[in-house]
C-alpha cells in the first residue's frame, strides 16, 4: 500500500521569506506522480505542482518549487517569497497506474505580514 | 464549464437518516472521485468511477455508503442510517486519465449528524 507523510502539522514563515515543507512517502511502484495540492480555509483544493516520477528535473511553478529525492522517496515543497494568499493546508499526495491519489495528513502553513 | 460543482455545500441531518450527495464533474473528465475529509486530517479515499464503471472502493467503507455514476456524468454517494462519526467534507474530484493529469476538486459538501 501506498502511504503518504507529512511530519510538519504546522508552520509559519515571514512575508516575503522562503520556506520548505516535507513530504515522504512509500510505494514499491517505479512509474508515479506527485502533488502538492493547496487548501486555503473554507475553500476548495487547488493544484500548486506535480512531478513525473520518471523526470530528473525538479518542478517549478514561479514561486512553488520541488525538490524531489526518489532514491530517498522524498518530496519536498519551497515557497520563495511567501505572500499572505500563500497562508493554507498544504497536502502532499501520490499517484500511481491511474489509479486513487493517496493524500498526506497535511501541513498548516501560516505566513507572517 | 467552472469546474467541479458539488450539492449541497452544507448538510446537517438526525442520526439515522438518509442523506444523498451529488457531484457534477469537469464535462470531459472520465475520471471521478470521492474522497472524505475530517477536520485536520488529509482526504480520504472512498471510491472512484471510470465513466460509469465504479473501479475500486475503500475497505474503509461501510454498506451503509453507496455510490452511483450513472451514464458516466454526474455522480452521487449516498449515506444510509446516518451515524455521527459519518460528519465529515465530502470531496468530489475528477480527472482525466491520460497522462495521470492532477484531480481538480470541488468545494465539498459538509455532512454535520446530530
Known amino acids: 500500500a501506498q502511504t503518504v507523510t507529512q511530519s510538519q502539522p504546522e508552520m509559519s514563515v515571514q512575508e516575503a521569506e522562503t520556506v520548505t515543507l516535507s513530504c515522504t512517502y512509500d510505494t514499491s511502484e517505479s512509474n508515479y506522480y506527485l502533488f502538492w495540492y493547496k487548501q486555503p480555509p473554507s475553500r476548495q483544493m487547488i493544484l500548486v505542482i506535480r512531478?513525473?516520477?520518471?523526470?530528473?528535473q525538479n518542478a517549478t511553478e514561479n514561486r512553488f518549487s520541488v525538490n524531489f529525492q526518489k532514491a530517498a522517496k522524498s518530496f519536498s515543497l519551497k515557497i520563495s517569497d511567501s505572500q499572505l494568499g500563500d497562508t493554507a493546508m498544504y497536502f502532499c499526495a501520490f499517484m500511481s497506474n491511474g489509479n486513487q491519489f493517496y493524500f498526506g495528513t497535511g501541513t498548516s502553513l501560516t505566513v507572517i505580514p | 464549464d467552472t469546474g467541479v460543482s458539488q450539492d449541497p455545500r452544507h448538510k446537517i441531518t438526525k442520526r439515522g437518516q438518509n442523506v444523498t450527495f451529488r457531484c457534477d464533474p469537469i464535462?470531459?473528465?472520465?475520471?471521478l472521485y470521492w474522497y472524505r475529509q475530517t477536520l485536520g486530517q488529509g482526504p480520504e479515499f472512498l471510491t472512484y468511477?471510470?465513466?460509469?464503471?465504479?473501479?475500486?472502493k475503500s475497505r474503509l467503507l461501510s454498506d451503509r455508503f453507496s455510490a452511483e455514476r450513472p451514464k458516466g456524468s454526474f455522480s452521487t454517494l449516498e449515506i444510509q442510517r446516518t451515524e455521527q462519526g459519518d460528519s465529515a467534507m465530502y470531496l468530489c474530484?475528477?480527472?482525466?486519465?491520460?497522462?495521470?493529469?492532477?484531480?481538480?476538486f470541488g468545494q465539498g459538501t459538509r455532512l454535520t449528524v446530530v
Open positions: 512531478q513525473e516520477a520518471y523526470k530528473q
Open positions: 474530484a475528477s480527472s482525466l486519465v491520460l497522462g495521470y493529469t492532477e484531480a481538480f
Open positions: 468511477f471510470q465513466n460509469e464503471a465504479q473501479l475500486e
Open positions: 464535462s470531459e473528465h472520465n475520471r
